[in-house]
């Protein structure tokens, strides 16, 4: 039996369906959706740490030694301590930490001084939805791989009209039961098409993806591959601990995106409303700036109008009494 045969004959038996694979739509179905609200819940309020590194195409890699990342609700921040760029050029080595912390009602960034060891106010402002984007996107990267990747989550696919079920079986892998899901899916930008595999015993977490992303721009297809592990912080309570991803450019066969998430305290339900404010960084907790007074002098204010009425109105009644003396003079 040559090598090909045998990897077939390995995928076969790693992959051989459980039972009716209709049944384990069904139970995916009706399962998924209450999954990822109970990982919502987990989610929405922890503190957890560890290290991240970025592996960039031209070989430097950015490497995070001392990472936060905690919620608390809609209140998210990540805390980039002991940040380290690792160049081919020495010159480009260097040291640049900071925070990042968005909240419903405003959103700040900061920047560790190297000498003085303190936080410098980079930007505080009122937090508008069209700037979360850079903001989710390395969130997304350091903790929320379990229902999300590449740029949304697995639910917002399953939900979208356009998602497309090629297939679904039960799979062995690692001694463990998995549920691979073939898809194809047309996003705003790019059109999906490969497999995700999900844990049934860690809540239907996502384990593992790889998919082939093509562009609606023409641009080369880039692949995507991510893999997810998970540990036990409470009874029955999961959280991601290491997560790898990896994209391919199909033109470029060399890694241009890598990164690796290891996160090694977790405590769930940890956050405290005191680490979304600047005071958790030795600043004080400026108020936002007001926004200006909108000028009372619009069309569109109703004060205006009724005041334009009343002035004609006087107009017309002072005209009225004039021309009533002339005629009684």
Known sequence: MNLTSILLVSLVINESPSGSSRDLEAKWRREYPVAVKAWDAVMG???AEGRFSFHWNEGSTTVIDALTVAALEERKVYIENRMRRLSTNPNENRDAPGVSCQTPEYKFGLKK???SGRYLLVNYEKNEEDDEANFNYWYQRYVNNATH????SFLQRMLDPSFSLKSIVSLKRDGEDLVRIEYACDGKYVTEAGHVDLDPNKNWGIRSVDMIATSKKNWPPASFKDEVAYREVTDGRFFPC???SNEHDSGHPEIYER???DLDRITLGGATPDLFRLSAYGLPDLPLRPQKRASIFTFQNPVLWLAL???VVCFVALWLLRSRRVLTS
Do not use: K, L, Q
């Open 242 to 244: 290491h997560m790898e």
């Open 259 to 261: 990164t690796i998430t």
């Open 45 to 47: 309020n922890f503190v």
């Open 149 to 152: 990747y590449y740029g949304r």
């Open 309 to 311: 009425a009343a002035t």
């Open 113 to 115: 001084d190297r000498s």
